[in-house]
């Protein structure tokens, strides 16, 4: 087997007690060989207890099937965000999160490295969220009931294609099945979801947030469906997200990220509005309107196996796509007086517009991170600007470089006249592909049919 080299291990263990986070490797056998003090403090453990033992021997709980580390020495392969519970030779139980990874020297395995944080803290704080949030509804009904920030009038737009769409969340608000919204970051799906909350007839009733992403399974689950006295040790009776979304809306962001297992029980409550807290078998009527928000398309989702099908076909009653801003290029004028306007107010500045250069840039630039990096990119240029207008000497460096490229280069390089072409491009291929169907060119595009019916219309004036 190959072995690490004395100056290598002394290397290797210095790097690792500086981190700060629990780091616990083990050879093939099993055996710990580096443990550092953050691990042992998460374990209830000293080092010397740990460091040259067998691991079954230090943690009895665990056998070669329920230790990560021994399974990723079995399999070669790595495992992420686990939730992981065991007992220590102390008797003490303990809960981790750990990402466990095979480790390779010539392709050879000669160990597994565990990165392990503290489960239990975890917990801990998302209960205390909760009982915060159960206490503001209960002592302040009336006030958390408006705790949402906007309504749909404040997604500011001049494009016929969005206005449609706010026209149309305001109509359907009024039901209520559950909605689905797709958009990329920036696009104001928050913002989108608490308009149609404001509009709906759960208005005067909670609007309770929760996004899904980096959130182990056990925890999520227990923060949306609550926990019953004796579900794990220390776990009192405590409401969930549900329980406390009764009679308003719950949005859940980033749906895709959710497990596939807690999606089935979300599923199971969107069909008979029964939960269930963990650990309890009694069951718990609830009267919830779910909102779900994505930021990759559904269709991608679906096909990465990150959504179940059957949980998006009950979701996809109503489906919003927001457009990304490169999508909607007449907003950017807007939003940049919209902007100039708010952070005139909260800077107490007197800056009256943008420069012509700065307003050919906006329109050219890509905008990936859409209206929220328009937004901060407005903030930034009127901390700097010492003038009454906004010029490309303001811009931030990312976006100087681009103006200096532009400067320098013909127009062959327009970004802005080369995205339109391509665009022109794909949207004949498609319509050449599904044979002029317009329904089917949209999916090919993984965009909107309201939109490529719009795009269609304006290559044709």
Same mark, same amino acid.
């Given at each position: 087997?190959?072995?690490?080299?004395?100056?290598?291990?002394?290397?290797?263990?210095?790097?690792?007690?500086?981190?700060?986070?629990?780091?616990?490797?083990?050879?093939?056998?099993?055996?710990?060989?580096?443990?550092?003090?953050?691990?042992?403090?998460?374990?209830?453990?000293?080092?010397?207890?740990?460091?040259?033992?067998?691991?079954?021997?230090?943690?009895?709980?665990?056998?070669?099937?329920?230790?990560?580390?021994?399974?990723?020495?079995?399999?070669?392969?790595?495992?992420?965000?686990?939730?992981?519970?065991?007992?220590?030779?102390?008797?003490?139980?303990?809960?981790?999160?750990?990402?466990?990874?095979?480790?390779?020297?010539?392709?050879?395995?000669?160990?597994?490295?565990?990165?392990?944080?503290?489960?239990?803290?975890?917990?801990?704080?998302?209960?205390?969220?909760?009982?915060?949030?159960?206490?503001?509804?209960?002592?302040?009904?009336?006030?958390?009931?408006?705790?949402?920030?906007?309504?749909?009038?404040?997604?500011?737009?001049?494009?016929?294609?969005?206005?449609?769409?706010?026209?149309?969340?305001?109509?359907?608000?009024?039901?209520?099945?559950?909605?689905?919204?797709?958009?990329?970051?920036?696009?104001?799906?928050?913002?989108?979801?608490?308009?149609?909350?404001?509009?709906?007839?759960?208005?005067?009733?909670?609007?309770?947030?929760?996004?899904?992403?980096?959130?182990?399974?056990?925890?999520?689950?227990?923060?949306?469906?609550?926990?019953?006295?004796?579900?794990?040790?220390?776990?009192?009776?405590?409401?969930?997200?549900?329980?406390?979304? #009764?009679?308003?809306? @719950?949005?859940?962001?980033? &749906?895709?990220? /959710?497990?596939?297992? +807690?999606? =089935?029980?979300?599923?199971?409550?969107?069909?008979?509005?029964?939960?269930?807290?963990?650990?309890?078998?009694?069951?718990?009527?609830?009267?919830?309107?779910?909102?779900?928000?994505?930021?990759?398309?559904?269709?991608?989702?679906?096909?990465?196996?990150?959504?179940?099908?059957?949980?998006?076909?009950?979701?996809?009653?109503?489906?919003?796509?927001?457009?990304?801003?490169?999508?909607?290029?007449?907003?950017?004028?807007?939003?940049?007086?919209?902007?100039?306007?708010?952070?005139?107010?909260?800077?107490?500045?007197?800056?009256?517009?943008?420069?012509?250069?700065?307003?050919?840039?906006?329109?050219?630039?890509?905008?990936?991170?859409?209206?929220?990096?328009?937004?901060?990119?407005?903030?930034?240029?009127?901390?700097?600007? #010492?003038?009454?207008? @906004?010029?490309?000497?303001? &811009?931030?460096? /990312?976006?100087?470089? +681009?103006? =200096?490229?532009?400067?320098?280069?013909?127009?062959?390089?327009?970004?802005?006249?080369?995205?339109?072409?391509?665009?022109?491009?794909?949207?004949?291929?498609?319509?050449?592909?599904?044979?002029?169907?317009?329904?089917?060119?949209?999916?090919?595009?993984?965009?909107?049919?309201?939109?490529?019916?719009?795009?269609?219309?304006?290559?044709?004036?």
């Amino acid at each position: 087997m190959v072995q690490l080299t004395a100056l290598t291990q002394e290397v290797l263990s210095a790097i690792l007690k500086t981190i700060d986070e629990g780091i616990h490797v083990v050879d093939t056998e099993g055996k710990t060989i580096f443990y550092n003090e953050v691990a042992a403090r998460l374990d209830g453990m000293n080092v010397k207890e740990v460091q040259g033992k067998d691991l079954l021997d230090v943690f009895p709980s665990l056998t070669e099937n329920s230790s990560t580390l021994l399974r990723v020495i079995k399999t070669g392969k790595p495992i992420y965000n686990q939730t992981q519970v065991y007992v220590n030779i102390h008797g003490a139980r303990i809960d981790t999160i750990n990402t466990t990874l095979p480790i390779f020297v010539d392709k050879q395995i000669i160990g597994a490295v565990e990165i392990a944080k503290d489960y239990t803290r975890l917990k801990q704080l998302s209960e205390s969220l909760l009982d915060l949030q159960k206490n503001v509804n209960k002592n302040n009904k009336k006030k958390i009931a408006k705790n949402i920030k906007y309504t749909l009038d404040d997604l500011k737009t001049i494009n016929p294609i969005f206005q449609s769409l706010k026209d149309e969340a305001k109509k359907l608000a009024k039901l209520d099945s559950p909605i689905l919204v797709y958009g990329e970051s920036g696009t104001g799906k928050e913002l989108f979801v608490q308009g149609v909350h404001h509009e709906s007839l759960r208005g005067e009733g909670p609007f309770i947030a929760q996004n899904c992403a980096a959130i182990p399974e056990t925890l999520l689950e227990s923060i949306l469906f609550g926990t019953a006295k004796g579900s794990y040790t220390g776990a009192v009776e405590r409401k969930g997200l549900f329980e406390l979304a #009764d009679g308003g809306t @719950l949005f859940l962001d980033e &749906l895709h990220t /959710m497990p596939i297992e +807690l999606q =089935a029980k979300l599923l199971r409550v969107l069909e008979d509005g029964i939960i269930r807290r963990v650990g309890s078998s009694q069951n718990i009527s609830v009267d919830v309107r779910i909102i779900a928000a994505m930021n990759v398309h559904p269709n991608t989702a679906l096909q990465n196996q990150k959504l179940r099908s059957d949980l998006y076909y009950r979701l996809n009653v109503f489906t919003f796509s927001l457009l990304p801003l490169r999508e909607r290029k007449e907003d950017i004028q807007l939003l940049t007086q919209y902007f100039i306007a708010f952070f005139n107010k909260s800077l107490q500045k007197k800056i009256n517009g943008v420069e012509q250069k700065v307003k050919g840039l906006f329109l050219d630039h890509p905008w990936p991170g859409n209206v929220r990096e328009l937004k901060h990119t407005i903030e930034y240029m009127m901390n700097v600007c #010492d003038d009454e207008i @906004l010029e490309v000497k303001d &811009l931030p460096i /990312m976006m100087k470089q +681009l103006a =200096a490229g532009n400067e320098n280069s013909d127009n062959n390089l327009s970004l802005r006249k080369n995205l339109e072409e391509l665009e022109k491009k794909l949207i004949h291929t498609a319509l050449d592909l599904s044979t002029g169907n317009v329904k089917q060119a949209a999916e090919l595009l993984e965009i909107p049919r309201q939109t490529l019916q719009y795009k269609i219309k304006k290559l044709r004036e």
